[in-house]
């Protein structure tokens, strides 16, 4: 586990001052010069509260930028143009935690050309590096590998919720505990990423290319749920259920033959070793020996 969080410090932007030392903080140096980005979103007034998730009928409220020792909160509708003057040019690492969120929003709700080029998204990572997880989120990898209490914050913020009846469109922008919130959340992806996952998924470490091929993957995917692409549903509708009845026959078929489900790996791998295989798990990787009978 790294260094807690005692030590970071969180900054809102509400004046030229704070801009202004947005900016010189900034130009500081740092690891790779990379930061962290992350965004709060809400709904419209009076709108369906699932549209603070969409991209497409709802607003970004805050975006949040930071390292592993300060995280500053930029309030969108009054401060964007800060972000548009600082990271039109900017040409270092960004990092993002679930980086199709974050990309999907600025792709549609703002003037700022991603930079896909120098992203990184440290829930690829992790999903790369442990992929038997049960979770990928960043609150549980926060509360492993940074600062259990972190978790904390997500408490005290939830209770605001409930006792002002705010939604994530309405629970004001200047809060201290929502903005704090969000501006923890890049401090929390800058340490995992340097401190845990990049060091295992840099050029020339053991899993880079599975990791450059995830990242390329998202990020046709991620334009493609953008620009949107021409689907045949019923020929997509026909062949979904023709996959689900072969699927559904063919765990029927193993389960009739030997007794196992064939979606357990626990099973499955229960099932081989009474079969003569040899499983044996190595670093970063497990390797299925097969040896067959005689």
């Known amino acids: 586990m790294t260094e807690g969080l005692g030590d970071v410090k969180l900054r809102y932007v509400d004046s030229l001052e704070e801009a202004h030392n947005f ?7 740092r690891p790779l010069g990379a930061v962290s ?22 607003k970004i409220r805050l975006l949040q930028i930071g390292d592993s020792q300060m995280g500053w909160a930029i309030p969108w509708e009054e401060w964007s143009g800060l ?5 039109n040019n900017f040409n270092s690492p960004i990092i993002c935690h679930n980086i199709a969120f974050e990309a999907k929003w600025m792709m549609t709700q703002s003037r700022w050309k ?22 990928h989120a960043l609150k549980p990898l926060t509360a492993r590998l940074v600062d259990p209490m972190a978790a904390y ?23 201290d505990l929502y903005w704090q919130y969000g501006a923890l959340d890049t401090v929390i992806t800058s340490r995992i990423f ?26 046709i995917a991620t334009t493609m749920e953008v620009n949107g692409a021409r689907i045949d549903l019923p020929y997509s ?58």
């Open 23 to 29: 900016k010189e903080w900034l130009g500081q140096r």
């Open 237 to 294: 509708e026909r062949k979904h259920d023709e996959l689900m009845e072969y699927v559904d026959n063919i765990k029927s078929w193993a389960y009739d033959h030997y007794g196992k489900s064939i979606t357990s790996p626990v099973q499955m791998a229960a099932l081989f070793e009474s079969m003569g295989a040899n499983i044996t798990k190595e670093p970063l990787r497990a390797t299925l020996l097969w040896t067959r009978n005689s």
């Open 83 to 87: 972000f548009y003057e600082t990271f």
């Open 37 to 58: 980005l992350d965004l709060e979103t809400g709904e419209y007034p009076g709108k369906n509260k699932k549209d603070a998730l969409s991209p497409w009928h709802g």
């Open 114 to 135: 991603f930079p896909w080029h120098l992203a990184h998204d440290t829930m690829l990572m992790s999903q790369i590096i442990d992929p038997a997880a049960k979770t």
């Open 153 to 175: 914050a997500q408490q005290k913020l939830d209770e605001a919720f409930t006792q002002n009846g705010w939604t994530w469109g309405t629970i004001p922008t200047n809060f």
């Open 194 to 219: 340097h401190d845990h996952f990049y060091p295992k998924v840099q050029p020339g470490a053991a899993l880079s290319i599975p990791y450059e091929l995830e990242m390329a993957t998202r990020r």
